[in-house]
Antibody, heavy 124, light 110 residues
Framework: EVQLVESGGGLVQPGRSLRLSCTGSGFTFGDYVISWVRQAPGKGLEWVGLIKSKAYGATTDYAASVKGRFSISRDDSKNIAYLQMSSLKTEDTAVYYC???????????????WGQGTLVTVSS | QSVLAQPPSASGTPGQRVTVSCSGSSSNIGSNTVNWYQQLPGTAPKLLIYSNNYRPSGVPDRFSGSKSGTSVSLAISGLQAEDEADYYCAAWDDSLNGWVFGAGTKLTVL
């Protein structure tokens, strides 16, 4: 069974950094694009960014709202993807989900399997 | 302001057919396929429809999707109480080089 588990969320002050982890199991982690999607309290879904598999250069793409502040990396030997968030703003407060597509390979979508999410609260 | 436009709410009675619309532009829906997600309260989103009109395994055939130009629709027939949820459309946007979501439609079963 495919499972994704996010961790690392919590309360952080504006301007500080936080690193989230996404641990996968039940699938060949290294073959999949890993995406991060967030949801502010009471709001809709917002794509944050993605990292492709090493077969496709482990390249990354980011939403304009986080580009230059967030970075995504992966350690396929540990089945973990990371979302490094820096210069955090109050508007980054959200539940952060990691997700993988229906099939391995080049495409990042559709988002088929999701983790349970981890809450990040940016507040002084 | 979401790139994809959805009505904020929709409603229907049990057994009815309800549709949820989603409109975009040539850089997203016009040139890429659309996926729909269902989110029950307090849970992670669930893939409902992909590539405009395909259902993942386990999704009832009461759910269907269609596309015309830069707009798509999600149809739910034989509405059930358990269908009460938020529904989101999503597509890749070639101009933004990223995924875009609609703001979501809250479906209420009366």
């Amino acid at each position: 069974e495919v499972q994704l588990v996010e961790s690392g969320g919590g309360l952080v002050q504006p301007g500080r950094s936080l690193r989230l982890s996404c641990t996968g199991s039940g699938f060949t982690f290294g073959d999949y694009v890993i995406s991060w999607v967030r949801q502010a309290p009471g709001k809709g879904l917002e794509w944050v960014g993605l990292i492709k598999s090493k077969a496709y250069g482990a390249t990354t793409d980011y939403a304009a709202s986080v580009k230059g502040r967030f970075s995504i990396s992966r350690d396929d030997s540990k089945n973990i993807a990371y979302l490094q968030m820096s210069s955090l703003k109050t508007e980054d407060t959200a539940v952060y989900y990691c997700t993988i597509p229906l099939r391995p390979g080049f495409s990042s979508g559709p988002f088929d399997s999701w983790g349970q999410g981890t809450l990040v609260t940016v507040s002084s | 302001q979401s790139v994809l436009a959805q009505p904020p709410s929709a409603s229907g009675t049990p057994g009815q057919r309800v549709t949820v619309s989603c409109s975009g532009s040539s850089s997203n829906i016009g040139s890429n396929t659309v996926n729909w997600y269902q989110q029950l309260p307090g849970t992670a989103p669930k893939l409902l429809i992909y590539s405009n009109n395909y259902r993942p395994s386990g999704v009832p055939d009461r759910f269907s999707g269609s596309k015309s130009g830069t707009s798509v629709s999600l149809a739910i027939s034989g509405l059930q109480a358990e269908d009460e949820a938020d529904y989101y459309c999503a597509a890749w946007d070639d101009s933004l080089n990223g995924w875009v979501f609609g703001a979501g439609t809250k479906l209420t079963v009366l």
